[in-house]
Structures are given as C-alpha cells and as structure tokens.
C-alpha cells in the first residue's frame, strides 16, 4: 500500500508522513527530494512551477511509487499533488494507493510557512497553490488546525 499525503506547501504532509510512518512502521518519502534543480531554483526565486516543469517530477515519483510498491508492504509519499491530472499521474500504475488530503487556511497556512527557515519554498508562492488546488473527491480530508496526533490516529483508522 501506497498512501499519499496531498495538499499545498505548509499543510503539515511531512510532519504527518513521519509521525505516521513511525507509528505503522512505513518508509517515508518526501516529493520535495526529487525536484530537479531547476524546479528548486525557481521556487527559490519566487517563481511558480508550470504544469511542463512538474512533469518530469512526476514521472520520475510515479516510477518510484511503483518500485516502492514492490519492495515495501507500506509507504508513505508526501507529496502536494495540487491538480487531478498530477494524481491520476502518480496513480498511472499503481492500484493500491490510499489519498489523505490535507487542509486549511490561507492565513493558517501561510503563517506556518513564515515560521520555516530551511524550505525553498517560499510563502510567497502560496497563492499559486491555492489557486491551481483541485480538491481530491477520492481522498480523506482532515483539516490542518487539528493536533498532528488526531490527524495520524484517523488516518490509521482509514486505512485499516
């Protein structure tokens, strides 16, 4: 099983992957590893991704999701996988993939993001992934503001 935690940058996908990850004794991975530099170099400047610079990206996880399929019994992606197409993409070839979807507030979140230091991802950014998110229907969706310990506990519930 694949579960993928989904939502925009400073949503908490990380921090839940790996609260999760130790609590079921999955591998963890982070989308944010496999950017190319140059999808790195342009957030860093400020500039948005296109839906041409996020296709290697996710061809490259999509591959990975199915090697990680094979290897693991469970892993964990974090991953913002803000459009339906990014997600059909990941789900290409894989048909054992749980969607967790996190959300909250622009003000909520942008706030956590002005508290990271050491993210290329800058919260001036934040405004393009809100407005290119398309709501995952096939996904849990468990809003941010609550502990990070609930948010885990009913994910292992749904996945059970």
Known sequence: M?????????SGKTTI???????????????????????INKMTKGIPLSD???????DLLSKKIIAWE???????????????SYRVQLNVNSNNIKWIFLT???TLIRNRLKKRNKHFMRSDLLKSQF????????????????????IVKKIMNYIK
Not at 17 to 39: E, R
Not at 133 to 146: D, G, H, R
């Open 104 to 106: 909250g507030s622009f």
């Open 17 to 39: 992957g790996k609260i999760l990850s130790k609590k079921i004794g999955a591998y963890f991975f982070d989308a944010d590893d496999f950017h190319p530099l140059p999808n």
């Open 70 to 84: 094979k290897k693991y019994q469970i892993s964990i992606l974090a991953c913002s996988a803000l459009k339906e």
């Open 52 to 58: 041409l610079d996020r296709k290697p990206w996710l």
């Open 131 to 150: 407005e290119i998110l398309e709501e995952p229907k096939e996904a849990l969706k468990i809003e941010v503001s609550l502990s990070p310990n609930y």
């Open 2 to 10: 694949i579960i993928i935690i989904t939502g925009v940058s400073g």
